[in-house]
Structures are given as C-alpha cells and as structure tokens.
C-alpha cells in the first residue's frame, strides 16, 4: 500500500532553483522571512551553488557589495511573490540595498 498523503515540498524543476511550492511558508518557525531565505533567494537568482559573499552576517550589507544588481533583486522579488504573497513592486524593490530593508518589507517592519 502506497501513502497518498499530499506534501508540501518537490524537487526542483528546470528553471526553478529553489525547490519550494508557491505558497510554502519558509523562514523562521514564526512564519516570518528571514536572512536565510535571502541568501537562498540570491543564489537560486544567480544560477549558483552558492556565494561566499552570502556568507556570515550580511544584514545590513548593500546588495551592490555582494555583486547583485537590481535585474537580480526584481527576480528576487518575484521569487518573494511567488512564494510568500507578497507582492514588492519594482521601483520599491531597486530602494531596498540591503538584506534587513528587504526582511522588514516582506515582515512588515520585523526582522526575524
């Protein structure tokens, strides 16, 4: 017998680097964004493994530092949009320069 019980996560499909369903809730276990999705939101906008920029604490590092240029914030945002609902339009997501602005658009004012 076979468990037909629904899942909420699914391997990666071409094009789609994250690996999370739309609309699953990651982050911190209040439900809030947190900087880790940020680094995971970057890399999977690169098309990298990983970045060594994105390690350690990056808080309150400008984005331009860490080499990502607005093309990879507004497909952050879309990344954002997709999974969490919240919709960050282009002109606000090019003013947010670091990964805290980002966190406390998305968390409405809490970083968590």
Excluded: H, W
Excluded at 72 to 86: C, F, S
């Amino acid at each position: 017998m076979t468990d037909q019980s629904p899942t909420t996560t699914r391997p990666a499909e071409p094009g789609d680097a994250t690996g999370v369903v739309p609309g699953q809730q990651t982050g911190s276990p209040d439900g809030q964004m947190a900087l880790d999705d940020i680094r995971r939101l970057l890399t999977a906008c690169a098309g990298a493994d990983g970045n060594a920029a994105l390690a350690g604490d990056i808080m309150d590092t400008d984005f331009g530092d860490l080499g990502y240029d607005s093309l990879a914030l507004m497909e952050m945002a879309a990344r954002i949009e997709q999974e969490r609902g919240v919709k960050i339009p282009d002109e606000v997501i090019t003013e947010l320069r670091t990964p805290r602005a980002v966190l406390e658009t998305v968390n409405g004012g809490v970083v968590a």
